[in-house]
Structures are given as C-alpha cells and as structure tokens.
C-alpha cells in the first residue's frame, strides 16, 4: 500500500456518504496491517523480541503461581489472517495478558444497586471511544469486597462479550481507582502497560470486530466466550512501531473529529440559508417582494439544493405558498368561493340524511379556534366540517379469524405513508363492518391520523381511491363536492404545523387531535377553477422536487461506490473478486427473492432484501455462506452492496434507488437470471414450502416492520443458541442496546412484534 494514496483520496473519502466513519474504519484496518508508517517511519526492531520478553514474564509468573499455565504455552495463532510487515509477529492476545475473564452480576441484581458506592460497570458503559460514566450503577462496598475476581484498575482494557454491542471496547482511566464488571464484560488485563493502547486499537478495528462476530454464538447474543477471545490472532508490531502507529492514529482521528464538526457546521449554515430564503417567499406581503425574494433563490437554486433535507423543506415551503395564494394568480372571472361555500355545506347536510352509522363530528367552537388573518381575492375561510361528512373507525375482532379473510381494505396509520389510497395490508368482510364500530367509508374521501406517535412530526394524510373502512386512529371525510379532494389534500399537507400545533399528549405520551379541533379546522377556500390550476401547479413542482431528490440520490450512490473502490485500492485488495468466490448460495436464493417479489405496493429494498437473507440462513437454516454483522437497521450481510454491483454487470437484477427520502429503492429481475433461479431448488432442498411462507410473511410487512421482526428474532434466537430463556425486558433492553437508531420504535411496537414471533411460532 502506498500511504501517500491514502493522504491523496483523504479529502474526496471525508466527503463521500458517511465519510467521516469510512475513513475511521480505514486508519484503523491500516494501522493494525502496518500501512499507516512510511518506510522512514517504521522501526528497524523486530517485534520477536517483544514477544520473547513476554514469554520470559509469562514464565516468571507461572512459576510464583500468579499466572495459570495454558495448555499450549505458545503465543502462535492458528492462522494469519493477513499479510504483516516482516519485523512484525502474530499472536494470540491470550498471551500478552493476565487476566482475561468475565464479570458477575451480584445475587439480586438491580435489587442491590445503591446510590453511592462502587461504580458496577455494565455493557452500556463501554464505548469505543472511551468509559462512559454518566449514569453508572453502583453495589456497596461490602458486595465489591466479595467480588474481588471482577475488579478492574486502570488501563484494563474492557471488551463487551454479550449482547447487541457485543465487541465494543475501552480502557480503563488510571483515574478510575476502583469498579467491578458485570458477566457481559470482559476484562482484558496486559502483561506490559506499554502495549494497551495499541492492542485496543486491534480491538476496535474492522478486523478484530469481523473476526468477533465469526467465532459468537449469535449475531447479538451470547457467544464470544473467553476461550475463544483469548485464542484470537492480533498482529504485533515492535513498542517503538506501537507508539508511532498510536500517536498517527491519535492524530488522524483529531482530524476526523475537527473536520466532522467542520461539516457539520456548513451543513447546518446550509440548511440556514435555504430556511430564510424560503422564509422571504411566504413572508413576502407585496408582489414586488415575492419578486425579490423568488428571484434570489433561483440564482441560488443549484448551491442550496444539494441536501435532501433542503428538497424537503422546499416542498412544504410549495405547500404554503399554494394555501397562501400566491403559487398563482387570482383571475376575476372564476366563479367565488362562497358559491362554492354554499353548495359544500348543502350537499353536506344531504348526505348526513342519507349516510347511516356515520360519526357527525362536533360544531362546537374549538378551544384554540383563530381566524385566517387575510385572503387572498376572491376566497373565503372555511372549516373541516364543511367540506363533508365525517366518519370514525374501529378494529374489528382479532378473536374472528374469518373477519379478517375480506376483500374490504381496512387502512390504518402504517398504510398512511402514500397520497392516494386505495388498498391496505389489511383486509376485513361485510360482517366485520357490520358487528364492529368499524364504518364503510366511501370514495373519494379525505383519510387522516388523529391518534398516534406519528403526530409529534408528521399530519399524515391520503385520499382514497375506492371504499375501504379505517381503524380508531384515524378519520375519513367524505366528501360534499369531490371535485375540491386535491386542493383539500394540499391544504391539510400546506397547513401541516397549524395541525400539529393542536395535538395534545397525554400523561402517559399518547398524541391525539381532539375532535372539536379537527372540525373547526380553518382552511383557506379559493374558487374551484382557481384550486384546479393550484393543484396542477403543485404537481409539476412536486416533480422538479422528485428529480432533485433523484440526481441526489445518483450522487450519492455514486460517490459511495467511488469512495469503496478508493478504500479497496489504499488497502490492495479488491473486494470484488475475493466476494466473487464467496458469493455461492447466497446468489441464486437473492435472485429468487427478487423474482418473486414484484408487488409494485410493496417494492422490495435494500433493507428488507438484507433481512430476509438473515432470516433464510438462520431461520430456515440454508446456509447461504455468509457472516451478518450488527447494523443500525438490524444483521446485515455487508457483502450485500458488492453483489448488487456485480448482480447489475452480470444482468442477474438491477436496483433503482429511491426517488425521494423515506422511499424503497427497487429490484427488477435482469435478462441473465434464469441459471440463477434454475439453480435454487437444490439449494433449498425440502425447505420450499418454509422458504415460501417466509416471503408470502414479509409480503405483509412494511421496511420498518421487516427491520423490527429480523432484529428482534436475532435477538430471541441467540439467546436460545445460548441456552437462555429472557424475560421480554431483558430482549427490549437488548433491543434497544443494538443501535441507537432502534429508539424510532416504541416499546408497543416492539412487545407486539414479540408477540407476533411467539404467537405464530416464527422464533
């Protein structure tokens, strides 16, 4: 590896898609193989005689009987599992150490935590970048004295050997005089404090957490026994080469730091900038300033949208300006909105005489009810309630399996993710409709989330393209003159934050939107002529906003793909071609997931391609040949990304990427995959039918729910490999132990899950 290659990409690898981390990972997997040094900077000294002098220690020590012999006294791996510089040794960490051994949990757990007393470090204490203090539980002095096997003393190295943070690691500050480790932490003590840093670096690098999560049990839970962490291969350098490659790594890592804060801080100015500009528009009360304003955004247009999050911002600010008038010209001659006032409530009334069962919401003056301060010429203030009539919903009985066999969609909030609606993952019949508090809601109608989570952000919103019915959480709004459904639509998604700013939460955190508040909701109501050029504007708007966020997408995709091909290149190796040979099974099952996964309601992404992978090895047990590693939306197969690469060369499948934040990318069958498919059935062998009803299971679920089952089943499997039967807050815990990203999924939708996993026999 040429080092000045390294230092040459430095600045495109920082400015990649998660750059920062890449380059991380990069100083570390080159630090541990001896890269990092130039040549004038290696030490002329071998690394032999550090390990003869451990050797010397370890037999000394032995001898006084401080140190328990191993059964082969030699510090050589069985493998090596990368090339070295030649004044460099393998080893096995086991035998630089004194102690390598586990913690214990004091007889009554949680029960005997005090307030002061001696830190009981546990695995949420330990981070890679350091012990974690705030918050530490702590036993009494007297415990502490009885578990004198679990002390730990400074420049200890710590390593979590359980659970879904299963490899992170730190040393133990001198400051810390004294703690004690709980079973899910190991304490790595070393023979010669000179070497702790380093070998921490080992610890924490893409090498050693690979090698980790080949030799565990699971991919969360339980398996990195002590044996096995003792008998894994570091390479050694000389001290000398030790502190040099420690202080470069010190060095560089400042320098990811400085610069991520540096991106950071112009991403914020960034988003600064595009928010006043796009604050100027909607403030702008003359239309010479609309002018002003409108103009100084498009010559800034290409420097401001190239975040995601500024296209967002963009299409809301389209939003308001479309509820505020000003998105296009008033014309003298439509016809007034009064008229069109009128004939709203009129046809509202008779339908309220015609419709049985439907829910009348409430005409009382709402607590927060404020009057719309100007409009624009030819409008008129209108409410909610006078657009149509509204209904309620309810959930028919999950205890009547034949309820729930219809062909009636019954759309709840996860269904709300899509503007028009015209089926649901769910589906009930005419009798559940009618023994149920559930209502037939009829098309076209205004379909809206007014209890939920959801509502701390987000007003979802959607108009229903045939009749379906809806859950408790939502209500509908038939329309009294369909022709104003798409204006209505922009209004409730302009109007969005005056919505929000209504939402009350309960003691316990639930969010709803009171009835009265949702009936006496002001709208803004332009002509009819003046609504259909407002919604064919907003339209094509919309569409410069998709191809905006499609052209980044494509940017990214392919910096992420240069930065790959940069880091491959700094490290020698290609990751194609050593894939290539390890790809085996895992393709032709890949390409009979995509072949049979063509519902354009449910496109199958990355995401969810990712999980049923996991869940065909280790839920079917076919063994596709490849290792899964711990990631923010559950186990990945990192191997994942270079297949779809080749996959696309080879014409086996394609992958579009998603058009906008928050969509699924796309796979497509390519012209090559027939031999792919052919070669299946051997594959799978007598598990087809198994291998059948999991797909048709994920057909069902959304990205997020596929992520939520996969994640927990890895964690529920690997405590059973463990031989361990958890309470559901010991798998919550270690739910929300796995990424800090799993804190979107509140603890309902996670005990749901587990009751879905034990109920239907999944697990």
Known sequence: MNVDMFFEHFGDLINSPNGVSKVRSLILEMAVQGRLLDATESSKDSAQRLIESIALTRQELIQKGDLKASKRETSAPKSTPFPIPKNWNWSKIGYFCSKVGAGSTPLGGKKTYVAEGIPFLRSQNVWNTGLVLDGVARIPAATHDRMSGTWVQGKDILVNITGASIGRSCVVPISLTTANVSQHVSIVRLLDDRLVRFIHLCIISPYFQRTIMEVQVGVSREGL???????????????????????????????????????????????????AALDRLTAAETEPDFQTAWTRLQKNFDTLYTLPENVQALRQTILQLAVMGKLVPQDDRDEPADNLLNLMRKHRDEHKAELKGVSVLSQNTSKSEERLTTLPKGWVEAKLSDFGVFFGGGTPSKQRAEFWKGRIPW?????????????????????????????????????????????????????????????????????????????????????????LSRVERSSHGTCRIPTDEISNFTIPLPPLSEQKRIASKVNRLMAICDQLEKDLVEQTELSGLLSYATIESVLGQSSSESLSSKFGPVVPITCEIINRRRDPRRPLGRTKLAKLQYMVQHRLGIDLGITFERHAHGPLWTGMFPLINTAMKEGWFTYEEPTRK??????????????QLDACPQIIGDKQAEFDELLNLFDTLDTKQAELLTTLYAILHDFKKAGKDPSEEEIIEDFYNWHEEKKKFNRKQVAEMLTLLKQDGIL
Do not use: W
């Open 225 to 275: 026994s002590i044996a096995r962490l003792k008998e894994i291969a570091i390479p050694i350098p000389p001290v000398a080469e030790q502190e040099k490659i420690v202080a470069k790594v010190d060095e560089l890592m400042a320098l990811c730091d400085e610069l991520e804060v540096r991106q950071q801080e112009r991403r914020a100015v960034h988003v600064r900038l595009n928010t």
């Open 662 to 675: 928050g969509h699924t990318g796309k796979f497509t069958p390519g012209e090559n995959i027939q031999p």
């Open 411 to 499: 759309v709840s909030p996860k269904d709300m993710k899509v503007l028009t609606i015209g089926d649901a993952r769910d589906h009930v019949t005419p009798e559940a409709i009618e023994e149920s508090s559930a209502k037939l809601v009829p098309s076209p109608s205004l379909l809206m989330v007014v209890r939920g989570m959801i509502l701390l952000h987000s007003f979802p919103v959607a108009i229903t393209s045939a009749e379906v019915t809806i859950n408790q959480d939502m209500k509908a709004l038939f329309f009294a003159v369909p022709e104003v459904a798409d204006y209505l639509l922009i209004a409730c998604r302009g109007m969005r934050n005056r919505m």
